[in-house]
């Protein structure tokens, strides 16, 4: 009884192995490469399979979706010769199932290590600078390289990005000092700038000022000029004016008579004036032109008198 009960276990066990062999289960994100007696016999795609069991097996399972994978840090050396740690990540995905079977050992550890010896190599190309300015171009070539060596192995890298750059110690604090050194520079500059402008706005303002000054001088010295011109203009129009009225009085009766009386009057006056102020004794030079100065003063006054009296008769 116990035999044939063994012997019953036995032969269930052996048909679920050989269901579990015959029938086989592909996900929706993977492709499973199926051989046949160690051959390839083609890729099953996502559902149901049937398998013959000691036959045919699943050899490879490969994940198509997209897969990240992290690029470990190393160390690399730029043009200038400074030494950086550059780490990363790479975007790949398989295209032909059969290929990353077949056409290569381990494509995620090859992507890597391509990755790696790429990203050396497009560093030493650059400045230590550049590297951190040019990081599209960097990742650019670095997947175009890949690209390239991955299509045997019927992978495509679709990206890479770099996470991170990171110089020595020494190198950081150096770039510190440069980057503190610009500063200071640009602050410099924009200081020197200002004091520039100040100056150049203050000659600005005072050759402003002195312009204005000069043009309110020329105007002072114009209208001064135009008053003098226009006082000169009305004396000038008195006096001829005066003139004028002098020379009309002069044809009037008695005019001669009354102008020889003023001139006498003002000479009276100003030999007064003279003699009064003068420390000397100031006589006339000849003393006949007094006598007939005053001779002429009474037939002046005798003259004038017999007018009047005509013209009162």
């Known amino acids: 009884m116990s035999t044939a009960f063994t012997a ?3 032969a269930v066990l052996v048909a679920i192995f ?13 492709a499973v490469i199926k051989e046949r007696l160690g051959k390839f016999h083609g890729v099953l795609k996502p559902g149901f399979h049937f398998m013959l069991p000691f036959v045919d097996r699943a050899a490879y399972r490969q994940e198509m979706r997209e897969q990240v994978l992290d690029v470990p840090p190393q160390s690399c050396i730029t043009r200038d010769n400074i030494q950086v740690e550059v780490d990363g990540v790479v975007y790949l995905k398989v295209i032909d199932p059969h290929k990353s079977a077949y056409g290569i050992g381990n494509y995620r ?19 230590l600078d550049d590297t951190f300015s ?21 992978v495509k890298v679709t990206r890479y990005e770099i996470m991170n750059i990171a110089p020595s ?20 500059i924009t200081v020197s700038t200002g004091k520039k402008e100040a100056l150049i706005n203050l000659s600005v303002g005072e050759r402003q000022h002195m312009i204005n000054l000069s043009e309110g001088d020329m105007q002072r010295r114009i209208n001064e000029a135009e008053g003098r011109a226009e006082l000169i203009r009305i004396i000038g129009d008195a006096t001829a004016r005066g003139v004028a009225m002098v020379a009309d009085a002069l044809h009037q009766p008695g005019g001669r008579a009354a102008l020889q009386t003023r001139l006498v009057d003002q000479y009276i006056v100003e030999l ?5 102020q003068a420390n000397v004794a100031v006589m006339p030079l000849d003393a006949a032109r007094v006598k007939a100065t005053f001779e002429g003063l009474g037939r002046l006054t005798t003259t004038m008198d017999g007018n009047g009296r005509r013209g009162d008769a």
């Open 109 to 127: 550890q090859a992507a890597i290590n391509l990755a790696q010896t790429t990203m050396r190599s497009e560093m030493g190309k650059l400045s």
């Open 8 to 10: 019953f276990t036995a």
């Open 134 to 154: 040019e990081r599209d171009k960097i990742n650019e070539n670095v997947v175009r390289e890949i690209d390239k060596a991955s299509d045997p192995w019927g």
């Open 272 to 276: 007064q004036r003279i003699v009064q």
């Open 169 to 188: 110690k020494r190198v950081i604090e150096t770039m510190e000092q440069q980057m503190e050194a610009e500063r200071q520079k640009r602050a410099d």
């Open 18 to 30: 050989i269901c579990w062999k015959m029938f086989l289960v592909v996900e929706q994100h993977e």
